[in-house]
């Protein structure tokens, strides 16, 4: 029979489950501006809070932080008493919860977000910071996205057992492998007084009589490529000179002459870049007119003046002119009804700050008054009784 030997090995130490993140839920983010830690933090909250604070404070980045989920890991307390215990907490100045929109592609969803600080800050200070743009990158960054200090660069070095490049493809052997189809052969370059044995001789001249065949063009890359000449392109006239030469067409009476037509295309071509179309700068020159025009160019070049349009912003103008919209906003810590963060001071709607601090001032019965109250009735039972 084998004699079981006891090892000397300590045994392993008994790991506890990790802690659920979010997807989306109500994830933890550490809020800036805290102290460092201390055995003093929390000791102004009840024993309760206090316990629920402590347990929070050392959750990890991104942890589920909803009611339900923390009375799991809180055994001495149930979903109300932690939502309690939270509201409590949103009043101390500890956290706040928000929604914050993030971008999917084209589409847009709502995710919920629990700022947590262990240094309690007033509304002031919440209602700062949630209004910046930290807070929205905060707040919109998972936990497991790589920062970009440890992100992978795009030109990572390769591990040693891979090649650093691929080896070049073998060259073709034979004659005439490098050249186009129908391209004579393009002889290789030799050293003076080199010449193998097979080389065929030298062709002989051609016969004045028969005319040599057009040699075929093809791509050599001993023979340098024939610079193009650019073409040139003349423009043709501007949309706001064919305008003023169609007035005359229009109307006799606003006949102008090519000379006249140059020197109003500047003015003119203002109008169209004001986004006017040409039958508007048509119908506005050619209103209105007088029974005798003296001076075409004259009566043109003033209304070209007095009658120029408002000059539109753009789009992109608009956008930039405009407020950037709010990128989060505030949840009520107690029944969840959203709203800025000024409207919900202490991170509670006005029904449920109200709850909130009436319950709070509400003062404890007296124990004495406690005993009073079973000794009458206990009184009374005794009067009912039967006799």
Known sequence: ??????????????????????????????????????????????????????????????????????????????????????????????????????????????????????????????????????????????PDTPTPDTATPATATPPPWVPAEEPPPPAPEGPGADQAPGCPAVPQQRTPHQRPDDEPAPPLPPTPSAAPAPPVPCAVSETPATPMTPRTFVAGPSPAYLALARLGRDDHRLALSADDCAALEPQAAQWLARGVTVDYLTSALTAGLPTRVDSPAGLIRRRLTDKIPPRLPTESAQTVTLAPPRRILMECTDCGRPGPPEALPDGLCHPCRTTHHSTATEEPEHPAGIADIKAHMANLRDLLKPV
């Open 1 to 142: 029979m084998a004699t079981q030997q006891p090892s000397s090995a300590p045994p392993a130490p008994a790991l506890s489950a990790a802690y659920p993140m979010a997807k989306p839920g109500y994830g933890k983010r550490t809020a800036p501006d805290q102290q460092a830690p201390t055995r003093e933090d929390f000791a102004l909250l009840p024993t309760r809070e206090r316990y629920v604070a402590g347990f929070v404070d050392h959750l990890p980045e991104g942890a589920a932080m909803s009611v339900k989920q923390l009375a799991k890991q809180l055994p001495l307390y149930g979903q109300q008493a932690i939502s309690t215990a939270l509201t409590a907490l949103s009043v101390a100045g500890h956290l706040r919860r928000v929604r914050c929109p993030v971008s999917d592609g084209d589409e847009t969803r709502w995710v919920f977000r629990t700022f947590w600080s262990s240094t309690a800050h007033d509304n002031e200070w919440w209602n700062t910071y949630l209004a910046t743009e930290k807070a929205a990158r905060t707040a919109n960054s998972a």
